[in-house]
């Protein structure tokens, strides 16, 4: 990888850092400045959260490590897609594999299909149940429409479920009465070669709003480290609508979307017959679409009945291995207050998802279609010990899936709030990640080797068990919030987790195997709970009002791995992870029309890949030309004219990111 010279950094930096400091020199720049939306620290505070508690909470008051990136946040970072959005929050790791794939996760065990980490967009879960993570390349939604995303650090299973092991992230949109406008946005630039989004929202009667969109959009493909064109390119339609239907006590809502995904991939195919092993492109595709129905009835400021419904399908053809699925959810939960000091949640829910899976050599899956069934119910009882200072939160999660039977998931959390400025909080939870479709059902050939003796060829296989258990965590988790000036807020996190019944790959005995020809000798290893380990580390975010035209928004990861695969070999290494990680914004309103915002990232080196630390700077400038247009311009990857972050698992060559730039007109009507 070729990284900038410490020559080049060192001139960089500081010079960033006198235009920071040039800024501050003129106020003058800053006159009329207009509020952009943005939040100030005491508002930041009192920010309302959902995904912590499943209720409204206070931001400041709850016992969990919870982020939230808000619209401007978006707006603001020049992301163009919700992974990129993801980098700013402190303990999560999001690396970019390839011009249309990442690697996400939170606190470690980072791979392409990261299965510690639960993703739902509006209550919708879009975690995959066949290879446990997450196709970023098809979850999306129009980043305008985000009202925000909160993420949570550390266990969520009490209230969210299976998979929700190290963290969830729950991206929600904006009600339909928000987006009682036009919209239209277009943009090109060097990398995201063409990008278009129109959304349009109105009202039908003085209760009812809605909104429909459609997006487009057009990536170039990345480049090899050793060079040329890694012929990954990514196109993808989408669109959807929503509807709001708001009277009295009663709040029904619709929505739903349909996309179509086409890119291309390189894996190393293999097979009995020369050349064995080669490197093969596919066009690889995904279309699917959802439909959500929400029901909420209030009976009282603490007290109400939600009901929730889904229906999800999904079709992806990879060309080596081709996944269709059907997903339906119910989801009921009632909330009342008990005895003055309890709040008390409960609820119930079951899901099932049925799959029709076609498979080649390379990738074999046994039996190619079933049926899956998913039972839960949870309990959630907040207990006032003093009134608007000490909250205790006890709560469990049961559940019954087909892989790993009954998972019972608790926690127990206390916050205590002395001041509206100070918030001290602790929890203890256990979580578990079940096992997938892949896990039970699916054999690996990725290598042969063409003559091993005899003339005899040699498959290198994984072998899925039908026998594992779920993989567990206990956790421990402490963090403290404050405001220590009117202009600054603190937010630290430390954390330990004891991880048991991890999944290795364990060696078995080779065999003859006469089917398919030619005869070939299998070198097999098998999927088993075979390990265990630790993990453990500290979380910053800082948000730093300096002038009210200027703030910066810092945030630092320190995380430690000590993982022990017992008599197998680990999927993801301890090296998979960066132990520190840095991200730095600094936002400047320029007068009334003007913005200019700067976000400088490290991310520290994984050995276990062979790829080097780096920085990485973007850029954006935006000019409010009238009160509906804005044009801005963005600069991505500035430091580094490319560098590789992440690899495939179907692939062992490194696609680097490249330095980008775009432009993008925003016109609202």
């Excluded at 980490?117 to 970023?136: A, E, M």
């Excluded at 650090?153 to 987006?179: E, H, Q, S």
């Excluded at 076609?358 to 998913?374: A, H, K, M, N, Q």
């Excluded at 520190?580 to 050995?607: A, E, N």
């Amino acid at each position: 990888m070729k990284q900038p010279s410490a020559g080049i950094q060192a001139l960089l930096l500081p010079g960033f850092f006198l235009l920071f400091v040039s800024f501050g020199a003129f106020p003058g720049l800053a006159a009329g400045a207009p509020d952009y939306t943005r939040l100030s620290i005491e508002e930041l505070m009192e920010i309302e959260i959902t995904s912590a508690a499943k209720k409204p909470q206070q931001l400041s008051k709850a016992a969990a490590a919870i982020f939230v990136i808000t619209d401007e946040d978006i707006r603001r970072s020049g992301a163009t897609c919700i992974p990129e959005v993801l980098r700013m929050v402190p303990g999560l790791e999001v690396a970019r594999i390839d011009a249309n794939k990442w690697a996400v996760t939170a606190r470690g065990f980072n791979e392409q299909f990261a299965n510690k980490l639960l993703v739902l967009i509006d209550g919708r879960t879009v975690y995959s149940p066949f290879f446990s993570g997450v196709s970023w390349d098809a979850q999306d939604t129009l980043l305008e429409d985000i009202d925000r995303i909160e993420v949570i650090r550390g266990p969520g299973a009490a209230l969210w479920g299976a998979n929700a092991v190290n963290g969830v992230i729950n991206i929600l949109t904006k009600n339909a009465r928000d987006t009682q406008e036009g919209l239209l946005v277009a943009g090109t630039g060097t990398e995201e070669l063409g990008f278009g989004k129109l959304r349009y929202g109105g009202s039908l009667g003085e209760n009812s709003h809605y909104r429909v969109w459609g997006e487009y959009l057009n990536r170039d493909d990345g480049v090899y480290e050793k060079g040329g064109d890694a012929d990954d390119e990514w196109d993808k339609v989408q669109g959807g609508g929503r509807l709001d239907h708001q009277a009295g006590k009663e709040h029904l809502t619709l929505q739903g979307d349909i996309f179509y995904s086409e890119q291309f991939i390189t894996v190393n195919q293999t097979g009995l017959t020369s050349p064995f092993n080669e490197m093969t492109g596919f066009k690889s595709t995904m279309q699917g679409g959802n439909v959500i129905g929400r029901w909420n009835h209030d009976f009282s400021e603490k007290s109400n009945l939600k009901l929730q419904l889904y229906y999800d399908r999904s079709d992806r053809d990879q060309g080596f291995i081709h996944e269709i699925r059907d997903t339906g959810d119910i989801d009921l939960q009632y909330r009342f207050p008990l005895l003055e000091i309890h709040d008390v949640i409960v609820g119930a829910g079951y899901r099932v998802t049925h799959d029709d899976i076609s498979s080649c050599y390379f990738s074999t899956i046994d039996p190619d279609s079933r049926t899956d069934e998913l039972f839960s119910a949870y309990l959630q009882d907040a207990v006032t010990l003093i009134e608007e200072e000490l909250l205790l939160t006890l709560g469990a999660r049961f559940e019954h899936n087909d892989y790993s039977g009954f998972e019972v998931q608790p926690t127990i959390r206390l916050a205590w709030t002395p001041t509206p400025r100070f918030t001290l909080w602790g929890a203890a939870s256990r979580a578990v990640r079940t096992p997938s479709r892949s896990d039970y059902s699916t054999r690996a050939n990725f290598m042969v080797i063409p003559d091993i003796g005899g003339g005899m060829p040699a498959v290198i296989s994984i072998f899925p068990n039908d026998d594992l258990d779920a993989e567990r965590v206990y956790a421990f988790e402490a963090g403290i919030r404050i405001r220590p000036a009117p202009q600054l807020f603190l937010d630290a996190t430390a954390f330990y987790n004891d991880y048991d019944n991890l999944l290795t790959f364990v060696a078995r005995p080779p065999f003859v195997e006469t089917s398919p020809e030619p005869a070939h000798l299998v070198i097999w290893e098998q999927k088993e709970n075979g390990g265990d380990g630790q993990t453990w580390g500290f979380e910053l975010a800082l948000d730093w009002h300096p002038l009210k035209w200027w703030q910066l928004k810092a945030a630092y990861t320190f995380l430690r791995m000590n993982l022990d695969p017992g008599e197998g070999r680990w999927d993801h290494e301890e090296g998979y992870s960066p132990r520190h990680q840095i991200s730095l914004q600094s936002r400047l309103d320029l007068g009334d029309k003007t913005t200019f915002d700067l976000w400088l990232r490290y991310v520290d080196h994984l050995p276990d890949l062979d790829i080097h630390s780096y920085f990485d700077l973007d850029a954006r400038l935006a000019y409010q030309a009238t009160r509906n247009l804005e044009i801005a311009l963005v600069g991505q990857n500035l430091l580094d004219r490319r560098h590789p972050e992440f690899t495939s698992i179907f692939s062992t060559a490194l696609i680097e990111t490249e330095r980008g730039v775009y432009g993008k007109l925003t016109w609202r009507f």
